[in-house]
């Protein structure tokens, strides 16, 4: 099947593609207080985890006993999350999801929309909307407001948000958000937000 992907996107996939074993080493870290917080306030067992990169959240919510899919528009991610971790992956574009509505209890997007232009994330957070059944809800990991030195050979694009101008965007696409907080790690700012959906 041929992906037609977003200009941004591609470079994003080249760079994770051409990086996937120095990301797993330094990048692929389970913050478990996070997830431990957004699970449980979920009504069901189901969970996609958007941009899943090497798979080590998937792998958590799987041992903890959760049916999650993981889902990442790198082949190489997606290869070593089959290899090294539990839980069930897909090669997926999440601007091109393949699901049909109400399929998810949560929706985990850890360092994902970092990657996603502020003019694509009405759309998408629609998107989830569509795809997260009753009462589901939605946990985010952005990066925050905040400087940053572009390295040399690094084409990602890096979006970074406050917290009222992404609460802004989830009510404006049927969320409530439920627990909006800033953290720090490694040196840089983010912000743990989890909103449920509205009716």
Known sequence: MK????????????FYNKNVDAYTKSGAVVLKNKIDKFIKLLCGKKILDVACGPGHDTDYFAKKGFDCL????????????????QGKFRIMDFFDMEFKENSFDGIWCSAAIVHTDKNDLDKLLEDFGKILGQNGVLGIIAHAKQKRTKKKGDSRIFTVFDKDELGKHLKNNGFEVVHSKSFSYKKKRWLFIISKKIG
Do not use: P
Not at 4 to 14: N, P, Q, R, S, V
Not at 70 to 85: C, P, T, V, Y
């Open 3 to 14: 992906i037609t992907m977003k200009y941004y996107t591609k470079k994003t996939i080249e």
């Open 70 to 85: 993981g889902i990442d528009l790198s082949e190489k991610m997606i290869a070593s999350a089959k290899k090294n971790f």
